[in-house]
């Protein structure tokens, strides 16, 4: 399988996997895709973002980037059962992100797997602040932007992942 239509593909699951999720687990609608250019030179990564590698015909690397807004609301929807300890609310939030990725791109490996090529995926790691990434030559930079009342998740795929640590910092 062609490495760029393959890509295609993941972008498409992701989209669909997320909007699914979101709506079937919190009931939250994602109104629009907003779609980035085709040249993105500079990811700009805010707020709270989950990061997962994802190996296969091509090894790349997604990250989920929150506005404070919505992972508010993911938060307190996921933590309404019970009470969360004081001084440990950060790292509540920061699983909830994790888990959002992880559920999400999990469940996109299944339709993602054809032929001999094993789909491999990385626990989450988080960021936790602003970042500008900058591309190069070899780099690949996709972004699509979901809108929900609550707020936006940014989608970023990068690759070719060995360019990056899981801190999206260039690996020299």
């Excluded at 040249?39 to 929150?66: Q, R």
């Excluded at 993911?74 to 009470?83: H, P």
């Excluded at 950060?90 to 339709?111: L, P």
């Excluded at 789909?119 to 970042?131: E, W």
């Amino acid at each position: 399988m062609a490495v760029k239509k393959w890509i295609l593909e993941v972008v498409v699951s992701l989209l669909t996997r997320t909007r699914s999720y979101f709506f079937e687990e919190f009931a939250i609608v994602v109104s629009e895709i907003v779609q980035s250019n085709d040249k993105v030179e500079t990811l700009d990564i805010h707020g709270l973002t989950a990061v997962v590698g994802v190996g296969g015909p091509a090894s790349l690397l997604i990250a989920f980037s929150f506005e404070q807004s919505l992972i508010d609301e993911l938060y307190a929807r996921v933590t309404a059962d019970f009470e969360v300890p004081p001084g440990e609310e950060k790292m509540y939030r920061e699983s909830v992100a994790g888990d959002v990725i992880n559920t999400i791109v999990g469940n996109c490996t299944a339709e993602l797997q054809q032929g001999s090529y094993a789909i491999s995926l990385t626990p989450p790691m988080i960021i936790d602040h602003i970042k500008h990434i900058h591309r190069i030559k070899n780099a690949v930079f996709i972004s699509k932007n979901l809108v929900t009342e609550y707020g936006t998740v940014d989608i970023h795929l990068i690759g070719p992942g060995e360019l990056f640590d899981s801190s999206l910092n260039y690996v020299k």
